[in-house]
């Protein structure tokens, strides 16, 4: 019998092959030596098109990013509801990339198909354009516990947020 989903999902997107893209997969790769109840972590690489399969009986989603702002400096952290007007783009959002539609194509999609839980999050980074054989910069490096620590704080309030509402 397959277990059920837990009520969190975690995913993330990137490509470690292109400098600070690599955000996403790291993130989520040190996120798995932390013990996170209520939560399904999930690298989706180069491949957002998985996560239309993962999004059924889900409670919340939070997306984990690298992100291009065009004028923003890099390295700035990003902690903001995804439907929030002000959320900037991804780093790869504009274009279609070799892995097909982006997140956001995919999220819009969930969307349309309703298939979204009430809560989606986003902790991004920003960066600077990156392509395939770059190097991560010091920004990822210097910046990868904060984000780290972001997302745990996010799930936190994430956690607290369904039990309050699973009380009232």
Request: charged share 20%; hydrophobic share 40%; with cysteine.
């Amino acid at each position: 019998m397959k277990q059920a989903p837990n009520p969190i999902l975690l995913i993330s997107c990137g490509n470690t092959m292109a400098g600070d893209d690599a955000l996403g997969p790291l993130t989520t790769k040190r996120l798995r030596d932390h013990t996170l109840p209520q939560v399904d972590i999930i690298d989706l690489d180069m491949n957002p098109a998985g996560l239309l399969n993962l999004l059924p009986r889900q409670q919340a989603l939070c997306i984990i990013d690298a992100a291009y702002v065009q004028g923003a400096c890099a390295g700035q952290i990003i902690d903001i509801d995804w439907f929030d007007i002000n959320r900037p783009d991804l780093a790869h959002d504009d274009v279609l990339s070799s892995h097909g539609l982006g997140i956001s194509n995919q999220i819009d999609l969930a969307s349309t198909l309703d298939l979204l839980p009430p809560i989606v999050w986003l902790v991004a980074m920003t960066i600077d354009p990156s392509q395939v054989g770059d190097k991560q910069t010091k920004f990822l490096k210097n910046q990868l516990d904060i984000v780290i620590d972001t997302t745990l704080q996010r799930l936190d309030i994430i956690k607290q947020t369904e039990k309050e509402e699973s009380h009232a």
